[in-house]
């Protein structure tokens, strides 16, 4: 059981946790719990090593963020034993979860699992802060933020748990962002693959790098609603999303496509008159790669009758001045005439594995922007996923029509 700052935030929610975890354990199962800090700690954690330090050492600023987690593993363990279950903490180094040295976005190697079997054996509920480890010299190690989640998988993996089921503050994974379109469907299943996609291209249900692990580990994930009073379903009788392996998939259940994600968190650039020439390209990407800069759609047009192209692509909004200063340095190399952007796009995503046996998904998603005269920027494929680029004020409109043309809203009941 994995949850996270929200339903962590003071104590009253912290018993609610303990009361649902109880439930758990008396329904026969032997229970690990990963846990968040409270919700707003890390933040306020993190802004004190800034204050102290602009140049602050990410090892002691591990030292720092990775406590928020400590306090609640200790409080759930307590508010645990007053109800009646026997419970403790076990913090990163005392198990060990052994991580990587890189400070402040390490990642989990190995998980010394003994004393948490001994403890579950005993009938203890385990209680792991999520988001820390330790590195080599016994030094605090923090995954990065959001990282509880990947915690909460890897432990599940290397006890061989049955499931890993995450707590949250949504009851499930849907079809779409459901305030944006309300007849979005829950889904009771999607794949390791799918939920990649969805996570990397706007649905922060999870971490994206703990449904990687999830899928190489091959560990059953299940994303539940925290917010249940005592009449809430048993975790057992699956009424949250199942992320799951593509041959658990039946038939039956398989959709066209799975799900639509927007993404409002790119910038676009285009740099007008590229050479036409080999190396051109490699002369634009190569300076973005070697400043870390991670870019996404890429559209080049052939030659103009004048041996030159347009290259046109997107990269994060946070990384735009930054692209934009690299590529003015490089001016004189690439040799282009003229650098655009524009910040106001969102990339607009179809994700299903049902794509891979069907033809037409994409020319469906282009009729169907084009029937509401939404234009389309750049395009980007993989074998479960098409994606367009728009005009950022499109956004809702594309969600909604495209949710619509694929058969995703959900029966209306009759009245
Ligand atoms: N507390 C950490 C964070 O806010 C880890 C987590 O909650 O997943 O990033
Ligand atoms: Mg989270």
Redesign the pocket.
């Known amino acids: 059981m994995k949850f996270?700052?929200t339903s962590m935030a003071g104590i009253e929610r912290i018993r609610t946790v303990a009361a649902r975890v109880k439930r758990e354990v008396e329904a026969g199962n032997q229970v690990a719990v990963v846990v968040?800090a409270m919700a707003g700690e890390t933040d306020r954690l993190v802004g004190f090593c800034r204050e102290a330090s602009a140049l602050y050492d990410p090892r002691e600023y591990d030292v720092v963020v990775s406590s928020g987690e400590q306090v609640t593993s200790g409080l759930l363990a307590i508010a645990l034993q007053a109800i009646g279950v026997p419970a403790r903490s076990w913090l990163g180094w005392q198990l060990p979860i052994h991580t990587s040295d890189a400070f402040s976005r390490a990642r989990i190697g190995t998980i010394d699992t003994e004393a948490l079997d001994a403890s579950l054996a005993r009938g203890e509920v385990a209680v792991i802060p999520g988001f820390q480890g330790v590195a080599e010299g016994d030094r605090i190690t923090t995954l990065g933020r959001?990282g509880?989640?990947t915690s909460a998988v890897a432990v599940a993996a290397a006890m061989k748990a049955e499931r890993c089921d995450i707590y949250?503050d949504v009851d499930g994974v849907y079809t779409t962002d459901p305030r944006i379109v309300p007849r979005a469907r829950k889904l009771a299943r999607v794949t390791y693959e799918e939920m990649l996609e969805l996570a990397s291209v706007g649905a922060k249900v999870l971490?994206t790098r703990s449904v990687g692990l999830a899928m190489k580990e091959n560990v059953r994930v299940q994303v539940l609603s925290s917010f249940t009073g005592d009449d809430a379903p048993m975790a057992d009788t699956l009424p949250g999303t199942m992320i799951v392996g593509e041959e658990e998939i039946t038939d039956v259940e398989r959709q066209l496509i799975t799900g639509i994600a927007h993404d409002k968190n790119e910038a676009k650039i285009t740099l007008a008159a590229v050479p036409d020439k080999p190396g051109a390209v490699a002369s634009v990407f190569g300076p973005l790669a070697e400043a870390g800069i991670n870019v996404d759609m890429i559209v080049q047009n052939i030659a103009h009758s004048t041996g030159s192209t347009d290259v046109t692509f997107t990269v994060p909004s946070a990384d735009l001045a930054r692209s934009l200063d690299v590529l003015g340095q490089a001016k004189a190399t690439i040799g282009y005439d003229k650098l655009v952007h524009d910040t106001r796009v969102a990339k607009i995503s179809v994700v299903g594995v049902g794509m891979r046996s069907h033809a037409g998904v994409a020319s469906t998603m282009f009729t169907t922007l084009g029937e509401r005269g939404i234009n389309i920027q750049a395009i980007t494929t993989s074998e479960i996923k098409v994606s367009v680029l728009i005009e950022e004020d499109y956004t809702e409109l594309a969600v909604r029509v495209l949710h619509t043309a694929y058969g995703l809203d959900a029966e209306v009941e009759a009245a």
């Open positions: 996270g700052g968040s959001g509880s989640d949250t971490q």
